[in-house]
Nanobody
Framework: QVQLVESGGGLVQAGGSLRLSCGTS????????VAWFRQAPGKEREFVAA????????YYAESVKGRFTISRDNAKTTVYLQMNSLRPEDTAVYYC???????????????????WGLGTQVTVSS
């Protein structure tokens, strides 16, 4: 059974940094994708970043490119989202998601992910 647990959210001033962690269990082999999405109040869930670990490629939303970095630890059980130069518009609940079958063209589509964590709140004050 796949389980995802996010941590690391909190309150930070604009311009600051946070590192989110997604602890994973039950993901087998190397052909899986782990992504971060976020959802602000009254808005739809949006793609933030993803790592496709069969190819090693990473993908980012334009709004976070150059500021956020997705990475994975050597044990391949934790995926991180390093967030720098945070802005008030980054305020949202951040979710970790995983899929062992998602195709490349669906990487940014939340409906392509079968497994989700419960989310962690990130609040950026101005």
């Amino acid at each position: 059974q796949v389980q995802l647990v996010e941590s690391g959210g909190g309150l930070v001033q604009a311009g600051g940094s946070l590192r989110l962690s997604c602890g994973t269990s039950g993901l087998t082999g190397s052909r899986y994708t782990v992504a971060w999405f976020r959802q602000a109040p009254g808005k739809e869930r949006e793609f933030v970043a993803a790592g496709r670990y069969n190819s090693g490629h990473t993908y980012y939303a334009e709004s976070v490119k150059g500021r956020f970095t997705i990475s994975r630890d050597n044990a391949k059980t934790t995926v991180y989202l390093q967030m720098n130069s945070l802005r008030p518009e980054d305020t949202a609940v951040y979710y970790c998601a995983a899929s062992q079958t998602i195709i490349l063209s669906e990487t940014r589509n939340p409906r392509g992910y079968a497994y989700w964590g419960l989310g962690t709140q990130v609040t950026v004050s101005s």
